[in-house]
């Protein structure tokens, strides 16, 4: 497999002219620029490159617009035959580190349902009529969810993630047959059962909220 995405393309417009213009003005606070005359230019810049003088779309902005259908985010995916042979696993290598990525640099929060996180991330206080959205545990919630998305997607990496459970130390005798050495496996069922159930289940939240995924 290879893959390439670019980055998203750029909007470039008169607004974002007008700020490359006064480009001195962002390092003063939102308190500084209120008070300069050349904060007022630039918003009266960026208003007349923008607006023709009926009020519609400038030439520029319809030429800007022209310029940015153009373009095309640079996307290139070649998947081999043997990509196919555990594609679970291969889908795994590319899920995982960004999952990881997007928990480290996450600016947001999507509502999580309280029936898919323990009861101690459980808010204090619903939110209420008119705020459906935020209450004291919706980060912490998304957190845990992200951590059991990575965790499942990390065993799934593994070739080995349930050897853990299986104990060999009685079934090395050379003298007994292969299925006799096989019989002798002792498997802790309960910690088997325990560990794919987890994983079966970051997978079922991965899929619930796949359209949270967002930075």
Sequence with gaps: ?????????????????????????????SDEQATRLDYRLRDWLGD????????GESWLMRFCQWIHDKKKRRIYVKIDRYDHWS????????ILPLLK???????????????DVPEHLWPAQLAGASNNYTDDTVHE???????E????F??????????????HT?????????????????????????????????????GKYYQGLWD
Excluded at 101 to 115: D, I
Excluded at 154 to 167: A, G, L, P, R, V
Excluded at 182 to 206: D, P, T, Y
Aim: net charge negative; no cysteine; hydrophobic share 35%.
């Design 1 to 29: 497999m290879k893959v390439y995405i670019g980055p998203y393309t750029d909007w470039i417009g008169p607004y974002q002219i007008a700020d490359k213009v006064f480009f001195w003005i962002d390092k003063y606070t």
């Design 48 to 55: 007349f490159l923008a607006k023709s003088r009926d009020g």
């Design 87 to 94: 594609a679970d696993h291969t889908m795994a290598l590319i």
């Design 101 to 115: 990525s997007l928990k480290e640099h996450k600016q947001g929060s999507p509502y999580v349902e309280l029936s």
């Design 141 to 147: 919630r998304w957190r845990w969810v992200l951590d």
């Design 149 to 152: 998305m990575i965790w499942a």
């Design 154 to 167: 990390e065993q799934e990496t593994k070739e080995d993630d349930e050897s853990e459970f299986y104990d």
């Design 170 to 206: 009685e079934a090395n005798d050379p003298k007994d047959s292969l299925m006799a050495q096989v019989g002798k496996i002792k498997v802790n069922r309960e910690g088997l059962e325990a560990h794919q159930e987890r994983k079966q289940n970051g997978f079922r939240l991965f």
